[in-house]
């Protein structure tokens, strides 16, 4: 069985917030599919607040809120301690 690779390029030094916060949640997104059949993808950014949404396999999911919490606002808390993640668990 072929592994597929995942992209996980950092964004370039000079990236906005924004554009360093997206890459992060593309690479999360990448792992969460690959491994659990799920997603995670950015759906707003104010400075402050990242809004985001849980698809794929995190849909139905009952395990989905940890997902969101543990995973997505846990890794976005090491890297942007100040930014608030809002979103709904797909379960």
């Known amino acids: 069985m072929a592994v597929e690779q995942i992209d996980t390029s950092p964004a ?7 554009e360093r916060l997206r ?8 792992y969460i599919e690959f491994y659990h059949g799920g997603s995670v993808s950015l759906i707003s950014f104010d400075g402050k607040t990242a809004r ?15 997902t969101l919490r543990g ?13 608030h993640i809002e979103g709904e668990a797909a379960g």
């Open 12 to 18: 370039a030094p000079d990236a906005t917030v924004e």
């Open 71 to 83: 995973w997505v606002e846990g890794t976005v808390h090491q890297f942007f301690p100040d930014i």
């Open 23 to 30: 890459a992060l949640i593309d690479n999360l997104s990448s």
């Open 52 to 66: 985001v949404k849980l698809g794929g396999a995190c849909e139905g999911c009952a395990l989905s809120i940890i």
